[in-house]
């Protein structure tokens, strides 16, 4: 009890703590958050597919920038793999995760898609040597269940970003925005302090808050509601995104939220990008996102911004789950940084 | 224990209401007229054909306001939704249940309205009916209409339906719960959130991907709501999606896979759904249910 008491109200500190000298038997939603070793070139970067399926052709514009950033890569089984929609059986997605959570000399993974498939086996992965010797797990939209799951029960910090099917062919003509983000991918890996400078929307909250970051696909976040990957959000920054949902079923995750807890607590609540799903004619639904997110969370103080660029979209840049960061939101400019 | 709310008697009130989604007056005229051939006096609330512009029957406010009046008050016997849709979640927290507690009501509807259900069994602890609203009574006054009046007249429920080659035989006793599967969803992990062990459990839902359902099914299992149950039953899954790529299973295959572990009985096929085959289904009472070789029964106690 007082070794958590110690280690938690030094959190900044402890971040930088080895998974070994956490004291697994304590881990709780406040223990401290592992940071896996950063990357240097040379070291290998693994590519599956939890989720949904993948052709080998359509991973090689993220081998050839992988490989321009200096690491090597190594294929897993399940890239072209195929069952229906997903890169390959349970089993065959399971083994293959596994194998490279357990692999060494593989320093982080990169997802190739998502799709859906991570619940499908997450809880039949064992993360005992994850756990031992973290490494970065990177994605987003279903690859929510992972970094919900890791943070939660292994708290270890993890990626959220594009993944192999967003880095663009022709990177020469590539417009600004996906080089960028595709990029903050390889600063995140080799160790950089993030920092991100976003357009203020004048529907946010200002202020200032600390926090670590957590979240992802909201649409996924109410799908590990009562399971073992629900997140814990007391005191965190929250980031939400999703795509291709009704106004009326973004409102109604959005109780979801509220009702089991997760606005109440937050430090601060990022909104990312929402890609709408037009209203049926005669079924107008008659709110923004601004007008579902603010009535929410009216009653708290905290600071809330829009139109952060994580999402479906190119504007997707690369997060740091699980690590402290600072949000500011002001009236001229609205800044989210990685603390060190 | 749950309570059990008095049945209705010819001459007693029931209260139309718009908790959700917005619904034209002359789609409520049926029903209406049928509930008055029972022998039942109607009130319509002004959430029905109101002149809302938007999505919804009223605003927040309005829908709450009405639905808390009528909860209330002691001339209304029962309270049938005009119509589901989506609106429940954001009023639930707003509404008082104390006076309902001691005197309470039977609560007639089903999809959205499987939030409201949930927190009754839950919170506050009186059973509730899953049924057909008034807009099916625009179909005539078929039997699962007439399951409704049997229902809330207090006449023991026996249902029987055909055998379905996924069941898994077996009997059953224990409370029914359940609803809409993208609400129960949805309400994992809030106050209305319901415990199913040892409990009948019914599932049906519309319009969604298969990829999704099996998602929500996961959901069940991962916060523990399938593992202890007595017994599961399987309604419509109607107007189903898949997308580009197909699921590769259909909706019922994707379910029988997740509960293949266990070893209650199972039904699938049960006429409830947002199709025609809504039986009433009283949401907190105890229930038998008969997985046979011949037929599926599901008989109240």
Redesign the interface.
């Given at each position: 009890m007082k070794r958590k008491h110690f280690l938690s109200s030094f959190i900044p500190l402890a971040a930088s703590l080895s998974a070994v000298a956490r004291g697994k038997t304590s881990i709780g939603p406040e223990s401290p958050v592992a940071i896996p070793p950063y990357l240097k070139p040379g070291d290998t970067i693994g590519i599956c597919c939890p989720a949904?399926?993948m052709k080998p052709e359509d991973i090689q514009p993220a081998l050839l920038k992988l490989a321009e950033w200096g690491f090597k890569t190594k294929v897993g089984a399940t890239v072209g793999k195929k069952?229906?929609?997903?890169g390959g059986t349970d089993e065959e997605r399971l083994q293959d995760l596994q194998q490279m959570l357990d692999d060494k000399s593989i320093k982080a993974i990169l997802f190739a898609r998502g799709g859906?498939g991570g619940?499908?086996i997450i809880?039949n992965l064992n993360f005992k040597k994850f756990d031992r010797d973290p490494k970065w797990i990177i994605g987003f939209s279903d690859a929510t269940v992972f970094h919900s799951h890791i943070n939660e029960k292994y708290r270890v910090a993890t990626i959220h970003s594009k993944m192999c099917n967003s880095f663009p062919g022709d990177w020469n003509n590539a417009e600004p925005a996906q080089k960028e983000t595709i990029e903050s991918i390889n600063k995140c890996l080799k160790g950089e302090r993030m920092k991100y400078l976003f357009t203020p929307n004048e529907k946010n909250k200002t202020g200032l808050a600390v926090g670590e970051l957590v979240g992802g696909n909201l649409k996924t976040l109410?799908?590990?509601?009562?399971?073992?990957?629900?997140i814990h959000t007391k005191d965190k920054i929250l980031f939400v995104e999703d795509t291709g949902e009704y106004l009326?079923?973004i409102?109604?995750?959005f109780?979801?939220l509220k009702?089991?807890?997760k606005l109440e607590k937050l430090k601060g609540l990022i909104i990312g990008g929402f890609k709408i799903k037009t209203?049926d004619a005669g079924?107008?639904?008659?709110k923004t996102i601004e007008d579902i997110v603010l009535e929410k969370v009216s009653e708290y103080n905290y600071p809330v911004c829009f139109d952060f660029p994580v999402g479906h979209q190119k504007n997707n840049f690369a997060l740091k789950c699980g690590v402290l960061h600072t949000l500011g939101v002001h009236l001229n400019e609205c800044r989210l940084t990685e603390v060190r | 224990m749950i309570k059990i709310p008095p049945y209705l008697k010819k001459g007693d009130t029931i209260g139309i209401t718009c908790p959700a989604g917005y619904m034209a007056a002359e789609k409520a005229q049926a029903c209406i007229n049928t509930l008055q051939s029972w022998g039942f006096d109607v009130m319509v609330g002004k959430t029905l054909g109101s002149n809302s512009v938007n999505y919804f029957s009223g605003t927040d406010e309005e829908r709450r306001d009405e639905l808390q009046a009528m909860l209330d008050d002691e001339n209304i016997n029962a309270i049938l939704f005009g119509r589901g849709g989506y609106g429940m979640g954001r009023i639930i927290d707003g509404l008082d249940f104390t006076k309902f507690k001691k005197k309470p009501k039977w609560v007639i509807g089903f999809s959205d309205i499987t939030v409201l259900h949930a927190h009754l069994y839950t919170k506050i602890k009186v059973a509730s009916v899953h049924a057909p609203m008034a807009a099916a009574f625009n179909e005539g006054e078929n039997e699962f209409i007439r399951s409704l009046h049997n229902s809330i007249k207090g006449k023991k429920a026996k249902y029987s339906c055909a055998v379905h080659t996924f069941n898994k035989p077996g009997n059953a006793s224990g409370e029914l719960v359940g609803g809409n599967l993208s609400l129960l969803a949805n309400i994992t992990g809030t106050p209305s959130d319901i415990n199913t062990k040892n409990k009948i459990l019914f599932i049906e839902d519309i319009g969604e991907q298969i990829y999704n359902i099996d998602r929500m099914l996961y959901q069940l299992k991962r916060s523990g709501k399938l593992a202890s149950l007595a017994g599961l039953i399987i309604g419509g899954f109607t107007d189903m999606k898949d997308t580009e790529r197909p699921f590769g299973k259909t909706v019922y295959e994707a379910i029988a896979d997740i509960i293949a572990q266990y070893n209650y009985p199972v039904a699938f096929g049960f006429p409830v759904s947002h199709g025609t085959e809504n039986y009433a289904l009283k949401i907190g009472v105890n229930y038998t249910l008969k997985v046979g070789r011949s037929k599926t029964q599901l008989t109240e106690i």
């Open positions: 949904g399926f069952d229906f929609t997903y859906y619940v499908r809880d109410e799908s590990l509601a009562g399971s073992a990957s629900d009326y079923s409102d109604r995750m109780w979801n009702r089991s807890g209203d079924e107008e639904f008659g | -």
